[in-house]
């Protein structure tokens, strides 16, 4: 083996998840539990209010380890798979070890974040179920559990499906560390309003952050098996289903987050784990996010959006005069501005740092008072048109026919629907992503910066 193959074999990174004292792998890093790794009293006191479920409780674990591994290693800059050995210590060390759970866990994390996981299992030195009187309740009659992070996406379709089957009926799980459910109470009252756990990784090496997908599925997945439920509505719309799985660039993995290519390998390894598992539904997996605005701006009572956020960048590179703001520019605020138009929606001209894509230049674009233009900065503005592109390219471009009936046809697969109605909604919904773009591109002025990146033409 050359030098250069050496280096390019992946070394991977051994963790033990164990309790403090317990006896650590020669060459395992150890992610303690309590210390690296910690289960939230009050956090799961909003979970575990009405049966001790150890398998569940383990779970929430493994999650955590997963996402201690993702952030501690950082990807290679010629490849993007990373390897980890990850042992756990859990309550129950012959279903975990099983071929059904352990299969399961380690197909659902290969294929959601594109590395090699390989766990192994050993008992906990003694079990953690507390003994502190918990009274939670649910509301009466709870049909759905619906992951909620307070986006565009959230407000909209939990403002649609909580009157189609009453408000009571939709539990909302904050994939956040803020109840939303009623404020008026106290936090630890509100059920499922925590994330029962926190993640402190010594030095966090990798961004991508692929695993999040896994956690928010298990926390949804939890709620969902505790409140006896069989639904969990994913609020996403196509755009952000299919759009990060399918417009990629370079050595990138596709990220099937928010798909069902992911989520129904959550629901395998509910079934192996526990012998039951709610079914993730994508209510708006064919509609545009700009024609998932517009229904839930057609309501008696819509929502309004003016404190909703989509941008991925943090406060230090998007704020002005000392508020935060959404930058405008990398392809999530893209994405959002195009479906706000499409919508028929408008925002106020400060909501963005990026006040003016008409603007000529990228520079003349910015806020008055803004100093934190970088080339970084720059290249999200160009990654965030050419993604709105490339996505628009997908509903014609003889290149990607292939591509496109691929997933069409693995995604119907996983519906259990027909592969040629599939491919006909697939299509659909990347030309009517084409459509509202270009009619976005065609309201800026003609010498806009953001035309000018576009390839797109009048």
């Not at 991977?12 to 020669?26: K, Q, T």
């Not at 012959?94 to 766990?119: C, H, Q, R």
Request: net charge neutral.
């Amino acid at each position: 083996m050359t030098a250069l193959a050496t280096r390019l074999v992946d070394e991977s990174m051994v963790v033990d998840v164990l309790e403090p004292g317990a006896p650590v792998r020669e060459d395992a890093e150890l992610a303690a539990l309590g210390d690296a790794i910690r289960l939230s009293t009050e956090g799961l006191e909003t979970y575990f209010f009405s049966k001790w479920r150890p398998a569940l409780f383990d779970l929430l674990v493994v999650a955590a380890a997963a996402e201690y591994c993702d952030a501690a290693k950082a990807r290679s800059t010629v490849s993007w798979s990373r390897s980890f050995d990850v042992r756990v210590a859990v309550h129950d060390v012959a279903l975990w070890s099983s071929p059904a759970v352990k299969g399961a866990l380690e197909d659902a994390l290969i294929f959601l974040t594109g590395d090699s996981w390989t766990f192994s299992f050993v008992a906990r030195q003694r079990s953690a179920e507390t003994s502190r009187p918990l009274s939670l309740e649910l509301p009466a009659g709870a049909k759905a559990i619906m992951p909620y992070s307070d986006g565009l996406d959230s407000r909209a379709v939990h403002a649609i499906t909580a009157q189609a089957i009453g408000g009571s009926a939709l539990v909302r799980v904050r994939l956040g560390s803020v109840g939303v459910d009623d404020p008026q109470r106290e936090r630890r009252r509100a059920a499922f309003t925590l994330v029962p756990y926190k993640v402190q990784v010594p030095m966090r090496k990798e961004s991508s952050a692929r695993s999040r997908g896994f956690k928010f599925a298990v926390v949804t997945g939890v709620a969902a098996q505790i409140a006896g439920v069989d639904r969990i509505v994913v609020t996403e719309s196509g755009q952000g289903a299919f759009g990060p799985m399918m417009a990629v660039s370079g050595q990138i993995y596709p990220d099937y987050r928010v798909h069902p290519l992911f989520t129904a390998r959550v629901e395998r390894l509910f079934e192996a784990l526990v012998g039951s598992t709610a079914r993730y539904e994508y209510p708006r997996l064919w509609s545009t996010k700009g024609e998932t605005l517009a229904e839930a701006a057609r309501l008696a009572n819509p929502p309004t959006w003016d404190d909703t956020r989509s941008c991925w960048q943090q406060s230090r590179h998007a704020s002005v005069d000392g508020r935060r703001r959404q930058c405008g520019i990398c392809a999530a605020c893209m994405l959002r501005r195009m479906s706000m138009f499409s919508a028929g929606l408008s925002e106020p001209v400060d909501a963005y740092v990026w006040e003016n894509l008409s603007a000529p230049t990228f520079e003349e674009g910015v806020a008055a008072g803004f100093t934190g233009i970088t080339g970084s900065m720059r290249e999200h503005a160009i990654a965030g048109v050419l993604h709105m592109d490339h996505l628009a390219d997908l509903a014609t471009a003889p290149t990607a026919a292939r591509a496109v009936r691929r997933i069409a046809r693995e995604t119907a697969e996983v519906l259990h629907e027909d592969p040629i109605e599939i491919e006909a909604r697939l299509r659909s919904l990347l030309v009517r992503h084409a459509a509202e773009w270009r009619l976005f591109l065609d309201a800026l002025a003609p010498d806009s910066f953001v035309r000018g990146l576009s390839a797109v033409q009048p």
